[in-house]
């Protein structure tokens, strides 16, 4: 990872986070950012590692989580980085093996390496896969729309209670309950919509 050499030695002295993450909001300072990514870039190498099982494509999911923190951080107000770096580095890792597996035909990342045979875009794994998507929109839709709105930004905006809260006028503490008690709604839904 010699992408953040590069910041090193740029910041002076160590910066508590909550004090960085603040001054990174406030003018955009991309080797403060680097500070703060640097102690959990091995956190974020294991959690794509896990997922990918590709050491090369771990590196670059590392690199391209970084420049989405440049971004991100600079929108959103982070109370536990590590946590929350958790969680994108997580959900990045999954929007890649969805979109992959939707473009080879929803082969299993083992079976990547195998060369790509024409028909496999159509196969039974791919319907499946459709399937599950079409019914999770669906569910989602049957969800009274706190709950909808709070999973929606939590999970496909990666946004913390605090900014759900602040978007959405919801009390933080009701944040948590729309959101747990969503998923619960969301798995016997799913399970319930046939065979996915």
């Known amino acids: 990872m010699k992408f953040l050499k590069f ?19 406030r003018n955009g300072d991309v080797a403060v950012l ?18 990918l099982r590709d050491e090369d ?7 391209q989580i970084f420049e989405k923190l ?8 982070v109370s536990n980085f590590k946590s929350w770096l958790h969680s ?24 990547r390496e195998q060369e790509l045979q024409i028909g496999a875009l159509y196969d039974e794994d791919t319907l499946a896969l459709d399937g599950q998507l079409n019914a999770l929109d669906e569910c989602l839709q049957k969800l009274v729309s706190e709950q909808r709105i709070s999973i929606e930004l939590f999970y496909l905006q990666n946004k913390c209670y605090r900014d ?4 959405t006028g919801f009390e933080m503490g009701k944040v948590k309950s729309y959101i747990q008690n969503g ?13 996915y």
Do not use: W
Not at 164 to 167: D, V
């Open 164 to 167: 759900i809260a602040g978007e």
């Open 88 to 111: 994108v580095a997580r959900n990045h890792c999954l929007m890649k093996l969805r979109v992959s597996r939707i473009t080879v035909g929803a082969e299993s990342v083992d079976d």
């Open 183 to 195: 998923k619960r709604k969301l798995k016997i839904c799913i399970e319930n919509n046939g065979s």
């Open 34 to 51: 680097g500070a703060l990514y640097e102690p959990y870039m091995d956190m974020v190498f294991g959690v794509c590692f896990q997922y």
């Open 7 to 25: 910041f090193q030695g740029k910041v002076k002295e160590p910066v508590p986070e909550a004090e960085g993450l603040a001054a990174y909001r």
């Open 57 to 63: 494509e771990s590196k670059d999911a590392v690199m």
């Open 70 to 77: 440049v971004a991100d951080l600079k929108q959103h107000e």
